[in-house]
């Protein structure tokens, strides 16, 4: 290991202090060797709570023996997440056999919409995974998701009523260790454990990610401060997640807040790249590259991988590098491009979908109309416009023609599912727009662009920390 930085060696003087922190680690500056340095300061028991199972099991070779590393799903299993054991490895069935088995049977009408049996049933599990992740102690309306074109404020009163009745009653189900006609999943024992408002036995508490938790974690962490020293760390230049629910329990934690700002996996160049995105943020880190790392930016003619901003932006970019002949990976993107493919081909053969962003539409007509006149359907644009050029079956086919990783020779990724990646050469795909113009000008007379938003910023910083020896930065260009 690496001498220890100043900002390492005043993080473990600080742990060693006794108090509570905040180490907020910029993109490749080794919070994860930092972490190990503070465990390895003290001869007190620990806890790591890692992001997923991958990360748990590294930290384990690194963190002395005294540090226990596990996800928080693991840690709520060994509480009470192994009674459920019969019922977690229950098979898969569709939606509308779960709402039939709990009394689902009938259409309900809401303004000009009838809401199908079907989408009552998804609309119902999908307010049990909302309630699941919340710090919320009763289910309540407010979990309940809205529908596309279920717009008003009545609208959305009539239908949590229709569905919080069959929630609870979901939810009475799956508090039932031996049976039960919900499927039982990890974030169902993670909630009733949180339920119980555990006390976890360790003299300190890592938390890793901490920009992106989720409610009910942060609610079980915080309650242990007043006998565990607590560590939060994390970039809140890298909270992404907020749009699924997850907080950034950083900020606002009352504790000693620290940084790490020099990065180890690359130069000077890209630092002053992921500098000018940290800019349009409130993120208090600003990094420093390695001298000894020659990143460099610039033209890339085939990059190792290519980061796009959308699932729809990822599958033009498959289609585009299988046409030129390349093996193509997709990262955890398929089954989700697929179930939107298949929506798309129900609606333009007149049926209707039971995928859950769709199931208010009819006919393929409808939902291009949606995308293109109506201010709540820009999002859906895209994917309009990718089905109505290639159409679903080449989008089914490209699916079909990915590869794995490791057989690859380019990675297609959105940003959000490259956090935590890195690649020797990234591009950035073309599917980042630039900032629209405002209807202010210049004394030139051009207009002056919008403001980047601070989601915008902080996805761009993710991208673009994900290169280590070089990055192509294709639409961001503009920001030089």
């Known amino acids: 290991m690496h001498t220890p930085t100043d900002e390492q060696a005043h993080a473990v003087d600080a742990f060693r202090d006794g108090n509570h922190l905040v180490l907020q680690a910029g993109a490749g500056t080794g919070k994860t060797s930092t972490l190990c340095l503070l465990a390895a300061s003290t001869g007190r028991r620990g806890r790591y709570l890692a992001f997923n199972k991958d990360i748990a099991h590294d930290a384990a070779a690194r963190f002395p023996r005294s540090v226990l590393c596990k996800t928080a799903h693991a840690t709520a299993y060994a509480a009470i997440g192994h009674r459920f054991a019969r019922r977690l490895n229950s098979p898969r069935q569709p939606a509308w056999r779960i709402g039939l088995a709990l009394g689902i049977t009938s259409p309900v009408r809401i303004g000009e919409h009838e809401i199908s049996p079907r989408t009552l049933s998804h609309t119902v599990l999908r307010t049990v995974t909302r309630y699941c992740q919340s710090a919320d102690s009763t289910l309540a309306s407010h979990h309940v998701p809205a529908l596309r074109r279920l717009g ?104 000693t807040h620290l940084t790490l700002t020099r990065s180890f996996r690359f130069g000077p160049l890209l630092a002053e790249q992921a500098n000018r995105w940290l800019a349009f943020t409130d993120s208090p880190i600003r990094l420093t590259g390695s001298e000894t790392i020659p990143t460099k930016v610039g033209l890339i003619t085939s990059p190792d991988a290519v980061l796009c901003r959308t699932n729809i932006g990822a599958m033009t970019e498959v289609i585009r590098h299988l046409k030129a002949g390349r093996r193509v990976a997709l990262t955890r993107g398929g089954q989700t491009l697929t179930a939107l493919a298949l929506a798309a081909r129900d609606l333009k053969d007149g049926r209707r979908t039971s995928h859950p962003e769709l199931v208010l539409f009819a006919t393929w007509g409808e939902l291009q109309d949606y995308a293109e006149h109506d201010p709540a359907g820009r999002d859906l644009q895209p994917f309009v416009e990718l089905v109505d050029t290639h159409g679903p079956e080449t989008i089914i086919a490209a699916v079909d023609a990915l590869t794995d990783e490791e057989k690859a020779e380019v990675t297609i990724s959105t940003a959000h599912k490259a956090k935590g990646r890195e690649w020797s050469e990234v591009r ?6 630039p900032p629209p113009d405002s209807d202010q000008h210049d004394d030139s007379g051009r207009p002056i662009p919008e403001p980047v938003s601070d989601t915008d910023a902080r996805l761009a910083y993710v991208a673009v920390t994900r290169a280590r020896r070089q990055l192509d930065l294709g639409r961001f260009v503009w920001i030089i």
């Open 428 to 433: 950035i795909a073309d599917d980042f727009p």
């Open 152 to 255: 008003t404020p009545d609208g959305r009163t009539q239908l949590a009523e229709s569905v919080v009745p069959f929630a609870v009653r979901a939810w009475a189900d799956l508090q039932n260790p031996e049976e039960g006609v919900m499927r039982f999943a990890h974030d169902h024992y993670l909630k009733l454990w949180a339920l119980t408002e555990p006390k976890i036995e360790a003299d300190f508490l890592f938390l890793d990610e901490a920009q992106d938790t989720n409610p009910v974690l942060e609610k079980v962490l915080t309650a242990q401060r007043d006998h565990a020293q607590l560590v939060m760390v994390g970039d809140s230049a890298q909270a992404i997640y907020g749009w699924r629910g997850a907080r950034d329990v950083m900020t606002g934690f009352d504790a």
